[in-house]
């Protein structure tokens, strides 16, 4: 029981400390300002749509053909496989995005190859673009300080996983805009605004790995703490019951008992209940006694001395000597009232 007893109290201390996370970053997001949490103050909403020359597109088939012999043609190239054509734009020229890989989402892993859809010529995404892209989608004060490549995601949108180029401005928010490699596609605007909520909401859903997600390693393994809680909770209210700590006070009687002090000197008398363990009913005497685990038997610090044949129970003698039980030493918090008739307070 003793185990049951240790495992509870961590369980708790963990459970209570992220709670206690849980209100205090709650009570963040009720006071944010969420149009700054989105970090899109300097974002333009509404991108122009291009004035597409129908009569100068090529053919997709005939695109797609044309692909497919190159790869043929290449020996280093593996054969291509097309999911799906796209007719789209970028930077004010209309472009065909061949997806060769078509994830779920857009930040999930894709692969891409992007088409002038006048020239038919392959358009990639180098830093210039990626600069140029970035600077379409800007309408704040700063200037492009560098651009830099990014393989394996970014700390700013960590759930995505394609590839990016991130271009800081040096205005007053420390604007990044990242542009996907692959497809040229504005995976978002990110600035101090937004990583201090991002931050909060860090804490707020235990992702410490910043993952980009709620259902991470450390919310499933404080799943399995709380778990662990309820159940030594569980375990322990049995016993509790079965050592009669739980007992119905509304139909019981009182009783006056003396009290003493250390010398056996009479300190008067106070009334208390039967079925009220003799912590709580000096307590409610205003007898406070020292009681570091507030009644549940696992510090051993609110002793008082009784007679020596009071019954003893297992939170007694794992906290008590030999010879203090011999000598009558017990925990209020574990005692009531039955048969004794003087409390001897030793704190």
Known sequence: ????????????????????????????????????????????????????????????????????????NDQNKSTITIVSITLSQLLSQPIYVINQNRALYPHFLNEYTLVDAYSGKEVIIDAEKAEKLASASYKGPGEVINVSFLENGNDDFPKEQNATWRVNYDDELNTSIYIEVGSGRLVGHSNDDKRFADFFFMLHFMDYGMEGNFNSVQIILFAFITLWLTLTGFIWTIELALNGQYQFTLFSKNRAVKLLNKKQQPLGEVILNAHTNLLDGLTENNINIPSVCGGGGTCGSCRILLSPAAPINQAEREKLSVSQLKKGYRLSCQQFLAGNKTITLVN
């Not at 205090?24 to 700054?36: A, E, R």
């Not at 989105?38 to 044309?66: D, F, H, M």
């Open 1 to 72: 029981m003793t185990a049951i007893k240790k495992i509870h109290k961590w369980a708790s201390l963990i459970v209570g400390l992220q709670v206690l996370i849980w209100l205090g970053s709650g009570f963040y997001f009720n006071l944010m300002d969420h149009t700054k949490a989105k970090g899109t103050q300097y974002r333009i909403s509404n991108v122009q749509p291009v004035n597409i020359e129908i009569e100068r597109l090529i053919e997709p088939e005939a695109l797609l053909k044309k692909q497919s012999e190159q790869s043929k």
